[in-house]
């Protein structure tokens, strides 16, 4: 599947395949409800850098196209009826 373009990675492009094959709202469920794992974790992941003034950054919302990316994400979640309020910002 070709990203058109777009700064988004392929990873979500396969989201959004799976998401639109999925066969039952269950199936959608159980997609998103990973989805939702995931970015949890990129979430509360701590920035490995060690520079001063890094500390305690995450490495997930250091760039602003991983930011757009999660936001997206975030989105996505939303739209299909699940609650993503742990990335409210």
Do not use: C, W
């Not at 979430?43 to 001063?52: D, F, K, R, Y």
């Amino acid at each position: 599947m070709a990203t058109g373009g777009t700064n988004l990675s392929r990873e979500f492009f396969e989201l959004l395949k799976a998401i639109g094959e999925s066969k039952s709202k269950q199936e959608e469920d159980r997609i998103i409800a990973r989805e939702i794992i995931v970015l949890k974790k990129k979430l509360e992941a701590p920035s490995s850098s060690t520079a001063p003034g890094g500390g305690g950054a995450n490495t997930l919302l250091s760039s602003k196209k991983r930011s757009k990316e999660f936001l997206v994400r975030l989105l996505y979640v939303e739209m299909l009826g699940h609650d993503a309020s742990f990335g409210y910002m």
